[in-house]
């Protein structure tokens, strides 16, 4: 277990709030996701970073496919910030929702209802300060680059409708030099670090810390 006195002041009051990080393919997206199937729906929501990218409509297709997606300034973290707050003072949001094909947010939004757990996820969820400050603990998905490419190339290709060239050009152009130049020194930041993207014994902490919290009991 956890021990009591690491526990975050107040937690009787707001919800617990998870950030999970790491590269593009590192399996962040697996884990939290899986976090949230065994403790369940009703306890735990999840927020995704990459929901948040700004809204170029400003820029044609073609401008739109040439943005750095992988730097900071990509990604509207300032509304991010403001929808968690909310959701700590338990009140509801309107999440954004991002097309990946043609690079725009949609019009429609996600309801997301306040819930005893936050998970916030995304590459960049620790690189920023603003973020980090709101959050009770903080995790790193620690895997492989070979890996991470690999499983970026199925997801784009498959979810994205990408072209293989395509999804390699961008990796070695602005993924692979804004991971060392951001999400690998984030790091740092990590209360917890979660070797080669899937780690049950990891897992089952981060799940049985969630437990704990919700039901009370912090030994």
């Given at each position: 277990?956890?021990?009591?006195?690491?526990?975050?002041?107040?937690?009787?009051?707001?919800?617990?709030?998870?950030?999970?990080?790491?590269?593009?393919?590192?399996?962040?997206?697996?884990?939290?996701?899986?976090?949230?199937?065994?403790?369940?729906?009703?306890?735990?929501?999840?927020?995704?970073?990459?929901?948040?990218?700004?809204?170029?409509?400003?820029?044609?297709?073609?401008?739109?496919?040439?943005v750095n997606y992988d730097h900071p300034d990509s990604l509207e973290t300032?509304?991010?910030?403001?929808?968690?707050?909310?959701?700590?003072?338990?009140?509801?949001?309107?999440?954004?929702?991002?097309?990946?094909?043609?690079?725009?947010?949609?019009?429609?939004?996600?309801?997301?209802?306040?819930?005893?757990?936050?998970?916030?996820?995304?590459?960049?969820?620790?690189?920023?300060?603003?973020?980090?400050?709101?959050?009770?603990?903080?995790?790193?998905?620690?895997?492989?680059?070979?890996?991470?490419?690999?499983?970026?190339?199925?997801?784009?290709?498959?979810?994205?409708?990408?072209?293989?060239?395509?999804?390699?050009?961008?990796?070695?152009?602005?993924?692979?030099?804004?991971?060392?130049?951001?999400?690998?020194?984030?790091?740092?930041?990590?209360?917890?670090?979660?070797?080669?993207?899937?780690?049950?014994?990891?897992?089952?902490?981060?799940?049985?810390?969630?437990?704990?919290?919700?039901?009370?009991?912090?030994?």
């Amino acid at each position: 277990m956890v021990p009591h006195s690491t526990w975050p002041a107040g937690l009787e009051d707001r919800p617990l709030v998870i950030g999970i990080a790491g590269g593009s393919g590192s399996g962040k997206s697996t884990i939290a996701e899986s976090v949230v199937s065994v403790v369940g729906p009703e306890t735990v929501v999840l927020v995704q970073h990459d929901a948040y990218y700004r809204d170029r409509v400003d820029l044609s297709l073609e401008e739109r496919a040439a943005v750095n997606y992988d730097h900071p300034d990509s990604l509207e973290t300032e509304l991010l910030v403001a929808q968690l707050v909310t959701l700590r003072s338990g009140a509801a949001i309107d999440r954004p929702v991002y097309d990946f094909s043609n690079h725009l947010r949609l019009v429609d939004t996600v309801r997301v209802e306040p819930r005893p757990v936050v998970i916030v996820e995304g590459i960049l969820v620790l690189a920023e300060p603003t973020l980090r400050e709101l959050m009770d603990m903080r995790i790193y998905i620690d895997t492989d680059g070979d890996l991470r490419l690999a499983r970026r190339l199925q997801r784009d290709v498959a979810e994205r409708g990408r072209s293989v060239k395509s999804v390699i050009d961008q990796y070695l152009q602005t993924v692979r030099p804004m991971h060392l130049q951001f999400v690998e020194p984030s790091k740092r930041y990590a209360d917890v670090i979660i070797p080669e993207g899937y780690n049950h014994s990891a897992v089952g902490m981060v799940i049985r810390m969630i437990r704990d919290v919700t039901t009370g009991v912090r030994m």
